[in-house]
């Protein structure tokens, strides 16, 4: 899932798609022969506590009056020749005052045909970056971590063959396919000094990439249809400069909006660096002391994130993965700081999976 491999077939297929960005499909006939086509969208969240920074969705939030998906949809008949009946058109979440319900609808309604087959795939946010060689077999959506901090989320559904005469409502099953981290920090239990965080900023991981989404298989996992800039590695992302003292416990963090407790969704990856001994995905972050009514001058803390975790007696790399969350608490003890991190499947609540302590 993981391999070089995934990451190569993956470019491959994206060149291959945006060379063919100048022979776009056709538009399919636009006479109706059947009823209309209609959607539905679901699709599993995670339970938001507190402060969000990225704006995450859960299966309440994303149910709302008003929300938007994008859908593509490709036609293709007997003779293998296919047109586009969809070009990522708006679906939105609207309340029906007739029968009081809430119903995805666009417009203009497009209608099934009585021959050919059919195949949708979508994206959400509607704002998403997709290509303009996207459609209904690959999708592709770049993602820049240095200036989008969305929940990207696709979906699919199954072939439908007209010889069948299904017209039934197209299910779109919505995955996340990014993970999601945020940072809480507390004093250790030896911490007796009233210690202020000043500054944050995450460093060197991979901030650009692809999404080229082409399975067909919803339970596939999302992470090997990624491709990743191996040789864009920011040194500051997510930075923050204040002045917030350090709590006692996680739980009494201050909500307040500071960068690093808000959830950031991120390109699924390897948390390391192959290319460089020095520049590895790490937390910097400055802390002072108030001594009496003075601050001492800030301290800098440079913590590498865990790499490698341990299964048993076996060393296992860490992977950030598409549609879990990783919670990353640091303790500043007196002489230095600890890191411990969590992770949870983003579409369970208070579920951990599989825990990772270092």
């Known amino acids: 899932m993981k391999s070089l491999f995934r990451y190569i077939f993956a470019a491959a297929v994206l060149l291959g798609a945006l060379s063919c960005q100048r022979n776009p499909l056709p538009a399919a006939p636009e006479l109706p022969e059947g009823p209309p086509m209609l959607f539905s969208a679901g699709g599993s969240g995670m339970h938001i506590e507190g402060k969000a920074?990225?704006?995450?969705?859960?299966?309440?939030?994303?149910?709302?009056?008003?929300?938007?998906f994008a859908v593509y949809?490709?036609?293709?008949?007997?003779?293998?020749?296919?047109?586009?009946?969809?070009?990522?058109?708006?679906v939105t979440l609207t309340?029906?005052?007739?029968?009081?319900?809430?119903?995805?609808?666009?417009?203009?309604l497009r209608y099934w045909q009585k021959s050919g087959k059919y195949q949708f795939r979508a994206v959400y946010p509607t704002t998403a970056a997709t290509t303009s060689s996207s459609n209904a077999s690959s999708l592709i959506v770049t993602y820049s971590m240095s200036t989008e901090d969305y929940d990207l989320m696709v979906a699919c559904s199954r072939e439908r063959d007209m010889a069948l005469n299904d017209t039934t409502i197209v299910d779109l099953e919505f995955r996340h396919a990014c993970a999601a981290i945020r940072f809480l920090f507390r004093k250790g239990t030896q911490a007796t000094a009233?210690?202020?965080?000043k500054s944050f900023e995450l460093q060197y991981i991979l901030s650009v990439g692809s999404l080229v989404f082409v399975s067909t298989d919803d339970t596939e996992p999302l992470d090997g249809q990624w491709w990743v800039a191996?040789?864009?590695?920011?040194?500051?992302?997510?930075?923050?400069?204040?002045?917030?003292?350090?709590?006692?416990?996680?739980?009494d963090f201050p909500g307040s909006g500071t960068t690093w407790e808000e959830w950031h969704c991120?390109?699924?990856?390897?948390?390391?660096?192959?290319?460089?001994?020095?520049?590895?995905?790490?937390?910097?972050?400055?802390?002072s002391i108030l001594e009496g009514s003075e601050y001492t001058d800030p301290a800098f803390t440079?913590?590498?994130?865990?790499?490698?975790?341990?299964?048993?007696?076996?060393?296992?790399?860490?992977?950030?993965?598409?549609?879990?969350?990783?919670?990353?608490?640091?303790?500043?003890?007196?002489?230095?700081?600890?890191?411990?991190?969590?992770?949870?499947?983003?579409?369970?609540?208070?579920?951990?999976?599989?825990?990772?302590?270092?």
């Open 73 to 90: 949809g490709t036609w293709t008949v007997s003779n293998g020749t296919s047109a586009n009946v969809f070009t990522k058109q708006t």
């Open 230 to 251: 191996d040789d864009f590695r920011p040194s500051s992302i997510y930075s923050w400069s204040g002045n917030i003292q350090v709590p006692a416990l996680y739980e």
């Open 266 to 287: 991120v390109i699924p990856q390897r948390v390391y660096n192959r290319n460089s001994e020095t520049e590895v995905p790490s937390v910097r972050f400055s802390s």
């Open 95 to 108: 309340h029906d005052s007739n029968d009081g319900l809430d119903k995805w609808l666009y417009s203009p």
């Open 302 to 358: 440079t913590i590498e994130l865990p790499s490698t975790y341990m299964d048993g007696s076996e060393s296992k790399p860490v992977y950030w993965e598409a549609g879990k969350m990783y919670t990353y608490y640091i303790q500043i003890q007196p002489g230095g700081a600890q890191i411990t991190v969590e992770t949870t499947d983003w579409d369970s609540y208070k579920v951990a999976v599989e825990d990772m302590i270092f």
């Open 194 to 197: 009233d210690y202020h965080l």
């Open 53 to 68: 920074g990225a704006e995450l969705q859960d299966p309440t939030s994303f149910q709302t009056v008003g929300n938007s």
